[in-house]
């Protein structure tokens, strides 16, 4: 089944996919619940002695509890495949974001070129004061 995952499907299909998945595991869950609600209830006449009677109906509450834990744990793999589907297929968000991103980086790159420019302006400047002032020294040798 992994196989047929993984190969590439198309929209509908995959909604598809998604819709069956959730009926049937929100049907287990619901189905196994009013199975344990009916153990719930006492009956008189039974053929079997009362601790045999609930210990098979202690099994059976377990097994269709474990049933109802499954079918969540599918759920929460359905909500997170999903939210994968999105994240991976969202192009026109991915889209903006990787523009706005870019005039962000785009800005901070002039920002930088700018105060890197000042900053070369003041050094050239500091720097021709200082040969002037080392050429017009006393202590030039």
Known sequence: MNSARNLPQ???ALLKSYNS????????MLENFEEIVKLCKVEHDIQISRMTQCELDAYEMQVRS???????????KL????KQYLILNDFPSVNDAITTNS????TKQQECDQKL?????DM???LYDLEEEYYTSNYKS
């Open 10 to 12: 198309s929209k509908e």
């Open 21 to 28: 998945r959730l009926k049937d595991d929100v049907k287990s």
């Open 66 to 76: 474990a049933n109802m834990v499954r079918a969540a744990e599918s759920l929460l």
């Open 79 to 82: 909500v997170s495949d999903i």
């Open 103 to 106: 005039k962000l980086f785009r």
């Open 117 to 121: 420019q000042t900053l070369r302006d």
């Open 124 to 126: 050239v400047a500091d």
